[in-house]
Structures are given as C-alpha cells and as structure tokens.
C-alpha cells in the first residue's frame, strides 16, 4: 500500500495535470484496500487539508488542477494514514461535541462515545431543572479539554476546574479553551484529584481504564498512537475508577454527583466500587452501539438514603 501511495506523487494525476478530485478518489481506492474503516472521508478530508478547503469548496474544486507541492503533501498524508495513523492526529484536531479541539502526542483523540457522558451529565442536570446555575464542575484527567469544554459550552454560568498529571496535556486543554473564548475553566497539575477542595456540584472523569495486558491488543491506530498514560488502567483496568471512588466522597457536594466514562464490561466492577465508597451508581448511559459508556453516581446520605 505505501508503494502505491509514492506511485501516486509522479503519475500525471497527481502533478500539476491532475485533478483534486482525481487524487480523492485515488487515496479513497488505496485506503479501501488497505482496509481502513471510512476511506472516502479519509481521503476527503486528508485531500482537503493539503489543499486547504473544506468540503463544500473540495466539491466545487474537483477540476482544479494539483500543483507539485500539493500532490507531494497528498501522498506525505497518505502513507501516514496507511501507516495507520489517525486521521485527527494528522490534522491535528478533531471535532467533539460541535467544538474542534487540537490534539498533540499528550492527549487522546477525543472519541464520539464519550459524547455519552457528556449526554448523562446534562440530562442528570437538567432532571433537576439546574442547567442555569452556576454549578461547580471539575474534569479529573481532562486530557484535550474534552468534557469540561463540552459542558462549559452548555451550561453558561457553571465554572469548571480540569486536572492532568501530564503538563503536555494540561497546557493544550488550556490552548483548547483559549481557542474557543472559554475564560470559565482553570487547569491544575495534578494527579486526578489531589490538587482540588471541594465541593463540585459535578465530578467527571474519562480515566485510563484499558488493563495493562490488554494495551497490546488494541487497534493500531489506538495502541500505537495514543500515549500509554491515557491508555493504561492498571492490571485490572480499575486503578484509576478506585482513585476517583476514594476521593469523591469528600470532594462532591450533597446533591452533586460524579460522572465517568465505562470501558465495555465495567459497568457492575465500577458500580461496586463506588457503592463501596457510599455513593449511589445510577443504572449506566449506554452510546450508540449498546455499551453501558457512563456511570453517574450520588452521595448517599447518613439514613442509606441517596442523596439529590
């Protein structure tokens, strides 16, 4: 595949006699081969970052003709994504919750399941009528900015408090916020919790949760790409649901709550340990393809009783 996508850079289609829309269809073929999930919107949007235009002006440009340059950046994108290589990490950004957020060797590639966390936290919000006020959020491991800048933008007088061990991480969530006009969030260095002095009306958390074992088991695009801290949960997948589990008690206000996101199957050994904790876990989010994806858990009062 990488020797088809270097013939590309010196066949007519590709130099200053090709077509852009010529190279497309010829990058959506060779990812098609390779075996890349979505081909066609690769090259689109690959094609579209060498030529800098967005779809619409792609479309309405398929005649235009390649410069040298632009069909040798082509084919530099190209053998990258047949590297496996995401297609956001090649970008540079990628887009969650309607914001785009740049993304470096620091952070995760924010991925659409965890859209579903952001979903629980809003709906749990808004049962209780309280998405105009001015609720206290903290985003432990916030990585790119994600989730705290995901429910920033929706909830206008909330303030939110983000944490990440690594500063690589911190400093481009802060950039992220910076970039969107978001002046509500503060960013601490700090492993999860141990910076932070409650009480948060909301605690979220997308933590690493892969066992360690099973790191290596993962798609190439996620093993070889995503940085291993943000990947590994330890043995089990669980040290970190276990950290946030010990801390949350003392961190979360009385009618507040904590919202993670789940690995597939952890939804009962993450309920346990919050139970254990003596928060109250709420049946779990499922996203799209029927994974339970987020768990919400409540303090529980003195009386057994669950605490809103």
Same mark, same amino acid.
């Given at each position: 595949?990488?020797?088809?996508?270097?013939?590309?850079?010196?066949?007519?289609?590709?130099?200053?006699?090709?077509?852009?829309?010529?190279?497309?269809?010829?990058?959506?073929?060779?990812?098609?081969?390779?075996?890349?999930?979505?081909?066609?919107?690769?090259?689109?949007?690959?094609?579209?970052?060498?030529?800098?235009?967005?779809?619409?002006?792609?479309?309405?440009?398929?005649?235009?003709?390649?410069?040298?340059?632009?069909?040798?950046?082509?084919?530099?994108?190209?053998?990258?994504?047949?590297?496996?290589?995401?297609?956001?990490?090649?970008?540079?950004?990628?887009?969650?919750?309607?914001?785009?957020?740049?993304?470096?060797?620091?952070?995760?590639?924010?991925?659409?399941?965890?859209?579903?966390?952001?979903?629980?936290?809003?709906?749990?919000?808004?049962?209780?009528?309280?998405?105009?006020?001015?609720?206290?959020?903290?985003?432990?491991?916030?990585?790119?900015?994600?989730?705290?800048?995901?429910?920033?933008?929706?909830?206008?007088?909330?303030?939110?408090?983000?944490?990440?061990?690594?500063?690589?991480?911190?400093?481009?969530?802060?950039?992220? +916020?910076? !970039? /969107?006009?978001?002046? =509500? #969030?503060?960013?601490? %260095?700090?492993?999860?919790?141990? @910076?932070?002095? *409650?009480?948060?009306?909301?605690?979220?958390?997308?933590?690493?949760?892969?066992?360690?074992?099973?790191?290596?088991?993962?798609?190439?695009?996620?093993?070889?790409?995503?940085?291993?801290?943000?990947?590994?949960?330890? +043995?089990? !997948? /669980?040290?970190?649901? =276990? #950290?946030?589990?010990? %801390?949350?008690?003392?961190?979360? @206000?009385?009618? *507040?709550?904590?919202?993670?996101?789940?690995?597939?199957?952890?939804?009962?050994?993450?309920?346990?340990?919050?139970?254990?904790?003596?928060?109250?876990?709420?049946?779990?989010?499922?996203?799209?393809?029927?994974?339970?994806?987020?768990?919400?858990?409540?303090?529980? #009062?003195?009386?057994?009783?669950?605490?809103?």
């Amino acid at each position: 595949m990488i020797a088809s996508a270097v013939a590309l850079s010196v066949e007519p289609g590709a130099e200053a006699g090709g077509t852009v829309d010529h190279a497309r269809r010829a990058l959506a073929a060779q990812f098609r081969v390779a075996g890349l999930d979505t081909p066609e919107l690769d090259a689109r949007l690959l094609v579209g970052h060498a030529v800098d235009l967005d779809h619409a002006a792609l479309v309405a440009a398929g005649t235009r003709k390649l410069g040298r340059e632009e069909a040798d950046m082509i084919n530099a994108l190209a053998r990258r994504r047949l590297a496996r290589e995401p297609v956001a990490r090649i970008l540079g950004r990628k887009e969650f919750w309607g914001l785009t957020l740049a993304i470096d060797g620091a952070t995760l590639v924010p991925r659409p399941e965890t859209e579903t966390v952001v979903e629980a936290v809003l709906a749990a919000i808004d049962a209780a009528g309280a998405r105009q006020q001015a609720l206290r959020i903290a985003d432990l491991g916030t990585g790119s900015g994600a989730l705290i800048l995901a429910l920033l933008a929706e909830l206008p007088n909330a303030t939110g408090v983000a944490t990440d061990i690594d500063v690589g991480a911190l400093l481009r969530a802060r950039a992220n +916020a910076r !970039g /969107l006009g978001q002046t =509500r #969030a503060a960013f601490v %260095a700090c492993d999860m919790a141990a @910076a932070l002095a *409650g009480p948060f009306d909301v605690i979220v958390s997308n933590p690493p949760y892969v066992a360690s074992d099973d790191i290596a088991t993962l798609a190439s695009e996620v093993r070889d790409f995503d940085p291993r801290r943000a990947l590994d949960g330890g +043995a089990d !997948g /669980l040290d970190f649901y =276990r #950290a946030i589990a010990t %801390a949350a008690p003392a961190l979360v @206000a009385p009618d *507040g709550f904590v919202a993670v996101e789940l690995g597939a199957g952890q939804a009962d050994a993450v309920a346990a340990l919050f139970s254990a904790a003596g928060l109250a876990p709420e049946p779990p989010r499922t996203d799209l393809n029927g994974i339970a994806r987020a768990l919400i858990a409540r303090k529980v #009062a003195p009386d057994g009783r669950r605490q809103q």
